[in-house]
């Protein structure tokens, strides 16, 4: 079989990223009919749809994997053709990595920082709950993810950067409020929560396993922002689950007081990324290890 024609991908990706045909054709400054063709003629070549035509439209599993395989092409562009033609204006190299919100407000950007000052990069970080993550390294957005799950995919690898400690906390008038009796059945239940997003389950798998009540049962509040929980345990709105390096300071002054001494949510975290890496994206990789096995517990 002759190879792919990445004009033909680029179609592809550029129907998947820009949500429609009529933008693709503005984007490869070609007509709509040149997209359609170019789609049509991958189409044949791989022997199955690579795109379900709805709106809008969006890969089938195999034109995720080939959006993958294009874009991980375009980054080692990015990177190798500066090196073999010096005396070009080099574009900055664009990098996307998925991380859930905690990473994102705790060590992450201090372990990005370094590369980010001595490589002419442009970082997109894209948030998504830690279960989620992968699904952005799936479909080929991103170079590499922050995930709980331990098996990587196919052609990735899974480095294990530590653990996340989880407290559950409140301010000392919350506590007063709503745990007098101290935490139990029937104060949790009165007690308004905070989660992540609808995805969420870290509050609920937490009461079920140690306080055995139903998921669904306790009033919850919803914001997609780690620094959002703090505030509102601060603020004395709720209690939550926050990491335990993102709140030291709270805890030591006492602005927020450990509700449940003794128990606490443990999630190890891991860095997925392709296998086959070179450059800055090893730097990266490099980078993101180094600092998290320094900062996280083991």
């Given at each position: 079989m002759?190879?792919?024609?990445?004009?033909?991908l680029q179609a592809l990706d550029a129907v998947v990223s820009q949500r429609g045909f009529e933008r693709a054709a503005e984007l490869l400054c070609i007509t709509q009919s040149a997209v359609s063709q170019r789609i049509k003629q991958l189409e044949k070549h791989m022997a199955q749809p690579l795109l379900v035509r709805e709106q809008p439209p969006r890969p089938t599993p195999a034109g995720q994997?080939?959006?993958?395989?294009?874009?991980?092409?375009?980054?080692?562009?990015?990177?190798?053709?500066?090196?073999?033609r010096p005396g070009e204006q080099s574009q900055p190299l664009q990098m996307s990595i998925a991380s859930n919100a905690d990473s994102l407000a705790t060590w992450l950007l201090p372990a990005l920082s370094p590369l980010l000052k001595r490589r002419r990069i442009e970082i997109n970080l894209m948030l998504e709950d830690e279960s989620r993550t992968l699904d952005r390294l799936r479909s080929g957005e991103v170079v590499g993810a922050i995930s709980m799950e331990a098996t990587p995919m196919p052609g990735c690898v899974a480095?294990?950067?530590?653990?996340?400690?989880?407290?559950?906390?409140?301010?000392?008038?919350f506590q007063t409020t709503y745990f007098t009796d101290g935490v139990n059945r029937d104060s949790l239940l009165a007690a308004p929560a905070v989660a992540f997003d609808q995805y969420d389950d870290m509050h609920e798998v937490f009461i079920q396993q140690?306080?055995?009540?139903?998921?669904?049962?306790?009033?919850?509040?919803?914001?997609?922002?780690?620094?959002a929980f703090v505030k509102l345990a601060l603020q004395g709105v709720a209690y939550c689950l926050i990491p335990k390096v993102q709140i030291e300071e709270d805890l030591?002054?006492?602005?927020?007081?450990?509700?449940?001494?003794?128990?606490?949510?443990?999630?190890?975290?891991?860095?997925?990324?392709?296998?086959?890496?070179?450059?800055?994206?090893?730097?990266v990789t490099a980078q993101l290890l180094d600092h998290a096995r320094n900062k996280l517990p083991q």
């Open positions: 002759e190879g792919l024609d990445y004009r033909w994997k080939l959006l993958g395989l294009y874009r991980r092409v375009r980054l080692l562009e990015q990177e190798l053709l500066p090196d073999i480095d294990y950067l530590g653990r996340m400690d989880y407290l559950c906390v409140a301010s000392p008038e140690h306080f055995n009540l139903p998921r669904g049962s306790v009033l919850t509040h919803r914001v997609r922002s780690s620094e030591s002054s006492g602005a927020l007081v450990n509700l449940t001494p003794g128990i606490m949510l443990t999630r190890r975290i891991y860095w997925h990324h392709w296998a086959l890496e070179s450059g800055v994206f090893s730097e």
